[in-house]
């Protein structure tokens, strides 16, 4: 029994960075409950066979290629998507780059390369899209910030810097759009085990320190950040706009200290 509240069944569905990763198992999880997904990325063969695998009986999964720090690619993109689809229901921000490195010795250019994908790149297809959900007076934008913009991590700072703007974003964004029956909202997902961090999170002692520091004790997986999107997509936040949900394992909830509390 499907409750309508929770449903996304029909919705046009635009994941960034749906290839792999965080956004793989987005566009997977809308995809598995009837939208209509459409996922982009920079390689054509990574996104064909990222569609076949994760298309269902219910909805086909259809690769678009757009760099997002091209602005001529998202408008081609969004227009394409528009001329097929006549609609956007949900943009999933989730294209995005990081490098760890001491600030001190970030080049110029990879500073860059981070800024232009992460905010200019996600600001960029936000306001295209946004154009059309205006025009349609309804739709939902759902942004993946990241735990940084809780308290950054050493060494990522571009990446965090980055971040932090896509929160002043969503709540931006959400405030001028609201009016026009679009809400925006974001997802801080904690320590995810993706493609691109499984190789950090395989050093014993980065896991444990991982699991010790989440109050759930285990870090997170790509699925779990399924059941916020599709509740941010959906009728059930109909009054939530401008926010960003931490979904962390409760990291954020506070600061773990090495104490024995049962020793008195």
Request: proline share 3%; hydrophobic share 40%; with cysteine.
């Amino acid at each position: 029994m499907t409750d309508e509240l929770f449903s996304v069944t029909d919705n046009i569905t635009l994941v960034s960075g749906g290839s792999r990763g965080i956004g793989k198992a987005l566009a997977k999880g809308f995809a598995q409950r009837g939208a209509k997904v459409i996922i982009t990325g920079r390689d054509a063969s990574t996104l064909e066979e990222t569609a076949r695998e994760i298309s269902t009986a219910h909805a086909d999964v259809h690769p678009m290629v757009c760099d997002v720090s091209s602005p001529d690619e998202i408008q081609q993109l969004v227009d394409k998507v528009i001329g097929a689809y006549d609609r956007i229901d949900t943009l999933l921000n989730v294209a995005g780059v990081n490098k760890r490195q001491r600030a001190e010795i970030f080049l110029v250019e990879d500073y860059d390369s981070i800024l232009n994908i992460n905010l200019r790149g996600a600001f960029l297809l936000s306001q295209s899209v946004g154009r059309h959900m205006i025009e349609q007076r309804s739709g939902v934008q759902i942004n993946i910030d990241s735990l940084n913009t809780y308290a950054p991590l050493k060494g990522v700072t571009p990446y965090a810097m980055s971040k932090g703007g896509m929160s002043i974003m969503t709540r931006g964004l959400a405030a001028e759009w609201g009016e026009f029956g679009v809400r925006v909202n974001a997802i801080a997902p904690g320590f995810i085990l993706t493609d691109m961090t499984n190789k950090l999170w395989s050093n014993p002692t980065m896991h444990q320190w991982g699991k010790q520091n989440t109050p759930l004790g285990r870090l997170g997986e790509v699925e779990d950040l399924i059941g916020a999107a599709i509740f941010l997509a959906s009728k059930a936040s109909s009054f939530m706009t401008g926010q960003v949900v931490y979904v962390d394992g409760g990291f954020s909830a506070g600061i773990s200290w090495p104490i024995d509390l049962d020793g008195g």
